[in-house]
């Protein structure tokens, strides 16, 4: 079993829809919890990072993880087609040296169409 | 700052040749990491440094070698190709590799191996 599955999608919606896009992960012990956007043919960069069980949110985005059923999610309101991108989810290590070791899911290729 | 720059940006290599990724950062960064992505399978960490003269594996290291000789420079050696190593290749920085601290990506350098 993979440590962070991610649904790769693709997934198309239409302009000023809500986009629901998931992780699920193995390792209980995982703490810090990250989304990336990756536009095409460009490196990741970040988009939210969480910490623990709870809600984020930043603008139209909100993050969310649910620690007792290891589900992470990142929620878009009033999605752009700017918003076309590759969303990875990203989880830190589980603690001491394991820190700065990422272990990311697979990526949802997002299309948001006009 | 240009952030953290790649080269080449793309590389065509025959199986068995070998050549050099290069990375560097102008952030004065103390981590740096190297990530392959390759279709369906996200972003797999390669090798990582935790600051000038110290490097350990990661998920993936086989067929790779690195080496940190200044804080600013982390580059990716490929031994001798194969067609296996055909993938995009991304450089990271982070500022230490305290819990949760945003990785800053390169742009990436596409490999075809034939």
């Known amino acids: 079993q993979k440590e962070v599955e991610q649904d790769p999608g693709p997934l198309s919606v239409p302009e000023g829809a809500i986009v629901s896009l998931n992780c699920t992960y193995s390792n209980s012990a995982f703490q810090y919890f990250m989304w990336y956007r990756q536009y095409s043919r460009k490196g990741p960069e970040l988009l939210m990072y969480?910490?623990?069980?709870g809600n984020k949110e930043d603008g139209r985005f909100t993050a969310q993880v649910d620690k007792s059923s290891k589900y992470i999610s990142l929620f878009i309101r009033d999605s752009q087609p700017s918003d076309s991108a590759t969303y990875l989810c990203?989880?830190?290590?589980?603690?001491?040296?394991?820190?700065?070791?990422?272990?990311f899911g697979q990526g949802t290729i997002l299309t948001v169409h006009p | 700052n240009a952030g953290v720059t790649q080269t080449p940006k793309f590389q065509v290599l025959k199986t068995g040749q070998s050549m050099t990724l290069q990375c560097a950062q102008d952030?004065?960064?103390?981590?740096m990491s190297w990530y392959r992505q390759d279709p369906g399978m996200g972003l797999r960490l390669i090798h990582y440094?935790?600051?000038?003269?110290?490097?350990d594996q990661g998920e993936v290291p086989n067929g790779y070698n690195v080496s940190r000789s200044t804080t600013e420079d982390f580059p990716l050696r490929l031994l001798s190709a194969a067609p296996s190593q055909t993938s995009v290749y991304f450089c990271?920085?982070?500022?230490?590799?305290?819990?949760?601290?945003?990785?800053?990506f390169g742009q990436g350098t596409r490999l075809t191996v034939v």
């Open positions: 990271a920085s982070s500022r230490d590799r305290g819990p949760g601290t945003e990785a800053f």
């Open positions: 952030m004065n960064h103390e981590y």
């Open positions: 969480t910490y623990s069980s």
């Open positions: 990203a989880i830190d290590g589980a603690g001491g040296t394991s820190y700065g070791k990422l272990t």
């Open positions: 440094s935790v600051g000038a003269g110290i490097t």
